[in-house]
């Protein structure tokens, strides 16, 4: 495989990788609450056709600003649904998939009835950052992206820094540790709970956008491709931190990127291998992160139990 190839994939991985980060880093919030949003992959879809939509005719920044309402009013819907109706959290974001699925079909059916030519949109322009570019192997993987990548990058920054030093990010984690306690210090945790799912539902439909505004530039039924799950999966992988969760997405991008690439070099492998090879990879290192966070539990918990080390210290 030449260098050329692998400078592909290294760019490929980083463009699959950003609407993974993005809403990666919306769920981390959500699940650092103590909450879980299962209606991501319908927020993202449905955010997708929302931004080529809106962008067809107002631009690029109302497309991704558009996907961005998009999933923050589903996200408002299930917070109503579960906060103020009762209903269960893990069947209201099913039910939020299977409404995103649907309706953006619908929708995109109506807009280009079968028969006609798909719309199609311009695309976030690359940049061309001169001399580093043209690094061999990582300049355009690295400085030749377009703005909505460094925008990922940014956005983990931020993430970072919000549960490290603000107000916020700490009632985060309390409410996620111990809401009872976080309770009793004057935190609300349904507040909390339903302002990170807020972010969650902005940043899964800015993460759609992504997809149809940063490298396809048209919208097709299913063109999330059960990304949302994949997300879940991410984020459970990197500890529902902005780092873990970002190197997450990297290595599931590289995966992908280069599963779509190989097809056309000498590895000479059924089609079927190469688009199976990034989800059971990943699912692999989901077991096996899995495993190890559960031992570290257990130790922490024989550690904690009273007289257990007392019984453990020879006579």
């Keep these: 495989m030449s260098i050329e190839l692998w400078a592909s994939i290294l760019a490929g991985a980083i463009v699959l990788a950003t609407p993974l980060v993005i809403a990666g880093l919306g769920e981390g919030f959500v699940e650092r609450a103590g909450r879980l949003n299962l209606g991501i992959e319908g927020m993202m879809i449905l955010g997708a056709f929302v931004a080529v939509f809106v962008a067809s005719f107002a631009g690029l920044v109302a497309g991704l600003v558009a996907a961005m309402l998009t ?15 009762g ?3 893990i069947v209201v974001g099913l039910a939020i998939t299977m409404l995103g699925l649907g309706l ?13 030519t798909n719309v199609s949109v311009p695309t976030a322009p690359k940049l061309d950052l001169g001399i580093l570019t043209d690094i061999p192997l990582i300049g355009p993987a690295l400085f030749g992206q377009s703005p909505l990548v460094y925008g990922a990058l940014v956005l983990a920054i931020a993430a970072w820094a919000v549960f490290r030093f603000t107000r916020f990010g700490l009632q985060v984690r309390a409410v996620g540790a111990d809401p009872t306690s976080a309770a009793l210090r004057g935190v ?10 807020l972010i969650g539902g902005a940043l899964a439909g800015l993460a759609g956008s992504v997809i149809t505004l940063g490298s396809i530039g048209a919208f097709s039924p299913d063109i999330t491709a059960g990304r949302g799950y994949i997300v879940l999966a991410i984020v459970i992988m990197g500890r529902m931190t902005p780092v873990g969760i970002a190197i997450g997405a990297l290595l599931f991008g590289f995966l992908q ?3 779509l690439l190989a097809q056309s070099t000498a590895i000479q492998l059924p089609s079927e291998l190469y688009q199976t090879f990034p989800y059971a990879i990943t699912l ?6 899995s495993r190890a966070a559960l031992r570290r539990h257990l130790g922490r918990h024989v550690r904690s139990k009273p007289g257990r080390t007392q019984s453990l210290t020879p006579a």
């Design 71 to 85: 999933g923050l009013v589903l996200a408002a819907l299930m917070n109503l649904v579960v906060y103020r109706l």
């Design 257 to 259: 990127s280069f599963s």
């Design 104 to 116: 953006s079909t619908y929708l995109y059916q109506l807009w280009v009835p079968a028969g006609q």
């Design 87 to 89: 209903a269960n959290e």
């Design 188 to 197: 609300r945790p349904r507040q909390i709970g339903a302002q990170t799912l």
């Design 284 to 289: 692999i290192v989901l077991v096996l992160t």
